[in-house]
């Protein structure tokens, strides 16, 4: 029952997930407010017309769910940067909860909010030297960023190739499946680190098991 019960949450999750993604109507054609996405759009109707298209709020006025949102993003970003992560991961599902975007509009402001991280911690790291070469070498290892950029390049390109053709509940479902497995596989190294720890220093951290 229990792995029943585990596979009908992934489902519910999924399908959740999936109708949060198409629930914005931002461009979509309607006759007044009440047809576009509550707090998060407006009908925009010309003079000269009867009907218009549903268009997201500006900046101003901030709404409540607005408001928490900003400070969860802080809360986010803060600890995945302490981590050395950019937190691009949490900040779609956070646009989509609290700003009211769609899924390719909040993967745009994930990407632009990875930009402004990535820049804040090599500025910030620049002129650190690296732990293993005695204070001679620089801290970014600019052989593996080499290494690793051909395929940064393509598979940037073709992600963003496959955003624009597949639908933005197909995006919204991958997302989530890629975010339970890096979180699932995050959390197995955690108890690893844990396992690890309390056999070297005991329950207690820093109380060796050799001490009386």
């Given at each position: 029952?229990?792995?029943?019960a585990?596979?009908?949450?992934?489902?519910a999750?999924?399908?959740s997930?999936?109708?949060?993604a198409?629930?914005?109507?931002?461009?979509?054609p309607?006759?007044s407010?009440i047809?576009?996405?509550?707090?998060?759009?407006?009908?925009?109707?010309?003079?000269?017309?009867?009907s218009?298209?549903?268009?997201h709020?500006?900046l101003?006025p901030?709404n409540?769910l607005e408001?928490?949102g900003?400070?969860?993003?802080?809360?986010?970003?803060?600890t995945?940067n302490m981590?050395g992560?950019g937190?691009?991961?949490a900040?779609?599902?956070i646009?989509m909860?609290f700003?009211g975007?769609?899924t390719?509009?909040?993967?745009a402001?994930?990407n632009?909010s990875?930009v402004?991280?990535?820049l804040?911690?090599?500025f910030?790291?620049?002129?650190k030297?690296?732990?293993?070469?005695n204070?001679?070498g620089i801290?970014?290892?600019y052989?593996?960023?080499?290494?690793?950029?051909?395929?940064i390049?393509?598979g940037?390109t073709?992600?963003v190739?496959f955003?624009?053709?597949?639908?933005s509940?197909i995006?919204a479902i991958?997302l989530?499946v890629?975010?339970?497995?890096?979180?699932?596989?995050?959390?197995?190294k955690?108890l690893?680190?844990i396992?690890?720890?309390?056999?070297k220093?005991?329950?207690?951290?820093?109380a060796?098991?050799?001490?009386?």
């Amino acid at each position: 029952m229990g792995k029943k019960a585990q596979k009908l949450a992934l489902l519910a999750t999924l399908a959740s997930l999936a109708l949060a993604a198409d629930y914005p109507r931002e461009n979509q054609p309607c006759t007044s407010s009440i047809e576009c996405y509550a707090e998060f759009e407006f009908c925009e109707i010309s003079d000269a017309e009867l009907s218009g298209v549903c268009e997201h709020k500006s900046l101003t006025p901030v709404n409540t769910l607005e408001i928490f949102g900003y400070i969860v993003t802080f809360i986010i970003l803060l600890t995945s940067n302490m981590g050395g992560l950019g937190g691009g991961g949490a900040v779609i599902p956070i646009c989509m909860v609290f700003f009211g975007f769609d899924t390719k509009q909040s993967i745009a402001q994930s990407n632009a909010s990875i930009v402004i991280a990535s820049l804040a911690r090599y500025f910030f790291n620049f002129k650190k030297t690296h732990p293993y070469k005695n204070g001679h070498g620089i801290l970014v290892d600019y052989n593996v960023a080499s290494l690793m950029l051909p395929m940064i390049t393509v598979g940037a390109t073709v992600g963003v190739m496959f955003n624009k053709i597949l639908p933005s509940v197909i995006i919204a479902i991958m997302l989530t499946v890629l975010l339970l497995v890096v979180s699932y596989m995050t959390l197995r190294k955690l108890l690893r680190i844990i396992g690890t720890e309390r056999e070297k220093y005991g329950p207690v951290c820093g109380a060796s098991k050799t001490q009386p």
